[in-house]
Structure formats: C-alpha cells, structure tokens
C-alpha cells in the first residue's frame, strides 16, 4: 500500500517534482514521459514515484487547473483533487493529499505550506 513518503523523501520528491515541471512541463500530463524522469532523477523513491505517477495518469494537474480556473481557492481544489485520486485508486487518503499537495505546488497554485501537512 502506498503512503507518503518519509519527510526528507517528501523534501526530496518536491525538489525532483519542481524540476520536472520546469524543464519538462508536458510531464505533469504524460504518465510515461512522467515515469521515466523519475526514474532517473528519484531512483531511490520507487513508491513515491508510482504514486506521482498515478496522479499524473489519472489527471490531477488537469483537476487542479480546471477547479482555479473556476475560481475555486487552492486549498478546495487540492482537497478534492486528492479525494478524486483517492476514490478512483482506493489508494489511502494521505498519499493521496500528499501528491496532490505537491502537484498544486509545482504548477503554482499553492505555496508548499498550504498542502497538506508532512508526515515526520
């Protein structure tokens, strides 16, 4: 069962994360393009990578996007995005609010600090 990852992973991952999308935007949409950046810049992180790319593969940058531009505030969008996730992957509820913390991040629609809290 996926979790979120330990708290120097999590600062880990969110690195790798912002990097990808400033180098490789498309990435946050392309489950595949999105696997094989992981695999090469967080090769340590098996488990956080499936889960990055089980929220690209089911569209949360793409919630996440639609929901602000409705005018919905991050942290709504962020929480439903995860449950979205969630709901369609049964995977846990953490994981899920994780990822899509930090996806919300990434693309600029929340400040690391409004996501979800990190596990210590």
């Not at 953490?94 to 919300?104: D, K, Q």
Request: proline letters at 8%.
């Amino acid at each position: 069962m996926l979790t979120p990852p330990p708290f120097e992973a999590a600062d880990q991952a969110g690195r790798v994360l912002r990097v990808i999308a400033a180098e490789h935007p498309e990435a946050l949409a392309e489950p595949q393009l999105m696997a094989g950046l992981l695999a090469d810049l967080l090769p340590d992180g098996p488990q956080t990578a499936r889960l990055i790319v089980t929220a690209v593969e089911h569209g949360v940058v793409h919630q996440l996007r639609d929901r602000a531009a409705q005018g919905m505030d991050a942290a709504t969008a962020t929480r439903l995005a995860a449950a979205a996730l969630a709901d369609a992957t049964l995977l846990r509820a953490e994981p899920c609010a994780w990822v899509a913390g930090e996806l919300a991040a990434v693309i600029g629609l929340a400040g690391r600090d409004a996501g979800p809290a990190r596990p210590a």
